[in-house]
């Protein structure tokens, strides 16, 4: 497959999951008729229309490998990203990130209020679990109880909000390269990883036989957050929607502060073609990971 | 059973479950050696040692009445009360209903930062459902997938917080009983009525043979909020370790608003012996059911 074809491909790949996270969202999502109309509504705002949704991507993806019905996929994807949005939802309040805007429009505390932003993000923290468990999911109760226990610990202490905690001392830490990474495999890693394992366990695949795609998912998951570092120094403000420049700002380490621009880009460069080399067991029905895998480092916002 | 013998068992019964809480919270929870330390401390703080755990109570003796292993009700009890301290975390926020005590100490955010306050819940919150889809919770995936599905339900929008926005809003809003009712089956009653519920779900109970505890539920989950605007009038502040007297300060209708602290009280008691009514399919088994029951409007915290 030739570049041009490959990006079209991407293109079109990202363009029906987004289609079809946002109807899912709109459907999980009806706006009652009491007072609860504006927790759901600033649930709407966060879940809706926004994001690049990698991690649905990756999903969906990971399961297409093994012949999973894209409906459930896309249910478990809606999971992943209800977990990522909530945690937007919370970096970015006052006390936290306190960042005013998030792909190109105001942040939910910004729109709402601080108080609804905590309870829409641990609404959506909620949904995902309610999604997972649910017998839609899946017929399979060892299936759904596994999803369910992937994203948990992929989002706790242990995971996702465990690399924030880290990352909000960062600030009065000196954190060295080791630590760095560690961060980031918490902070991101977690949840890239968990996406591609519940693809995974959509496909029966036993533990054991999931060493390839978890070696994947660690490379793309530190090439992300590379990749992260470098937009937040190079990029364009405007297409990232978001307020960059903000590690050094907080005199932050990362990568590029650790590395150098040119070095960190050279590793990012060099863990995705890694990461491609775990998909060595596969056709070209693994080409959309591939691709997603070189979208990562490629992207700009 | 005299009611000496009964608050006897009670206080035995609350004694041993606190104890075993506060043990598993204790393993669950091993602070570790890097920056997250502290998240986890927080964690700790708020999670060991307070609270009357009247939720875990309720798994446990509902668990009991169809003989259940009494590591798994207190593992389930201890998801169940996860998510309670998460939320009471996230209600003392200074966005939120700002509160400075809870259980006779500083709150999270007082004690530690908001930022640690806000991970902190996130944690606990996703803690409940490591806990319960982990193996280690029932050998069968189908009581696993069930127990979290009934958990998230009761916790999200639909439940417990969406209870929470609609009590925040209720100061820009003039309730009737009806909605306070509504209100408050959200915001209490649907945590309390998921605890009895994943006692019949750990006893393999099916979904048509839990209309009676679902009724108990509902009955003990109004009488408890009920006692609660009590206390917030006519309550001791350093028993109850809380500041009190707030929905009066807020402007918020109430039951005893609503209904006068006279004829709320009378309700309350009819909505207990309504419960215990909904008990007399059982015999001895349930007399732990029924003095929680009791326990519930009598307590003074």
Do not use: W
């Not at 080409?287 to 490629?298: M, N, P």
């Amino acid at each position: 497959m030739d570049m041009t074809t490959e990006s079209q491909s991407l293109s079109d790949a990202l363009g029906q999951i987004q289609a079809e996270v946002d109807s899912l969202f709109d459907a999980l999502l009806p706006v009652p008729q009491d007072t609860r109309a504006r927790l759901v509504e600033a649930m709407r705002y966060a879940a809706i229309g926004g994001g690049k949704r990698i991690r649905p991507l990756l999903v969906v993806a990971t399961a297409e490998l093994y012949g999973v019905d894209r409906n459930q996929a896309v249910r478990a994807g809606c999971a992943v990203e209800s977990i990522h949005v909530y945690s937007l939802i919370h970096d970015d309040l006052p006390c936290m990130d306190d960042d005013d805007m998030r792909h190109g429009h105001p942040t939910v505390h910004k729109t709402y209020d601080d108080a609804t932003a905590v309870l829409a993000g641990d609404c959506l923290h909620a949904m995902a679990f309610e999604i997972l468990s649910d017998p839609d999911m899946s017929g399979d109760p060892f299936v759904r109880a596994q999803l369910v226990e992937c994203l948990a610990k992929a989002s706790g202490k242990d995971g996702m909000a465990g690399g924030q905690m880290m990352d909000i001392v960062a600030e009065d830490e000196d954190y060295d390269l080791h630590t760095v990474t560690r961060l980031q495999q918490l902070k991101t890693g977690a949840l890239l990883a968990a996406s591609v394992e519940m693809g995974a366990i959509l496909g029966h695949v036993p533990p054991e036989g999931r060493n390839h795609l978890h070696a994947y998912a660690r490379d793309i998951g530190l090439a992300f957050q590379i990749a992260d570092d470098l937009l937040d120094v190079e990029g364009d403000e405007e297409k990232a929607g978001k307020a960059l420049r903000k590690d050094e700002e907080q005199g932050k380490q990362t990568f590029v502060t650790l590395m150098g621009a040119d070095k960190a880009r050279e590793q990012a460069r060099a863990l995705v073609d890694q990461a491609i080399g775990h998909l060595s067991g596969y056709g070209p029905e693994a080409d959309l990971l591939r691709s997603i895998a070189r979208f990562i480092v490629e992207r700009d916002r």
